[in-house]
């Protein structure tokens, strides 16, 4: 088992910035990769980011690109999501997620392991 813990998330006003964390914690050993996603009020969960446990690899959706940035501390068992330049379309609920799949990073079945979500709201 895998847990995963975020912290991060606030009110933020369009244009500033937040950095998000996931420390993880348990069966680290057995972690592939690990991807944000979020959801949104009335929404389905979308990736957002992802990130190889091992390797330099990162993965970003479209929509981000540019203005969130995705890292890890291995030594912390760690990840970060900074984000940048925020809109108010950025509000959602952020997830983090653990794979021990080699599987794609963008698909939320790939994710056997969650963590709680934090609120990120941006305020025009």
């Known amino acids: 088992q895998v847990q995963l813990v975020e912290s991060g998330g606030g009110l933020v006003q369009a244009g500033g910035s937040l950095r998000l964390s996931c420390a993880a914690s348990g069966r680290t050993f057995s972690i592939l990769s690990m991807g944000w996603f979020r959801q949104a009020p009335g929404k389905e969960r979308e990736f957002v980011s992802g990130?190889?446990?091992?390797?330099?690899?990162?993965y970003y959706t479209n929509f981000v690109k540019g203005r969130f940035t995705t890292s890890r501390d291995n030594a912390k068992a760690t990840v970060y999501l900074e984000m940048n330049s925020l809109k108010p379309e950025d509000t959602a609920v952020y997830y983090c997620?653990?794979?021990?799949?080699?599987?794609?990073?963008?698909?939320?079945?790939?994710?056997?392991?969650w963590g709680q979500g934090t609120q990120v709201t941006v305020s025009s």
């Open positions: 990130i190889g446990w091992s390797d330099t690899n990162t």
């Open positions: 997620a653990a794979s021990t799949l080699d599987r794609s990073v963008g698909s939320r079945g790939s994710y056997p392991y």
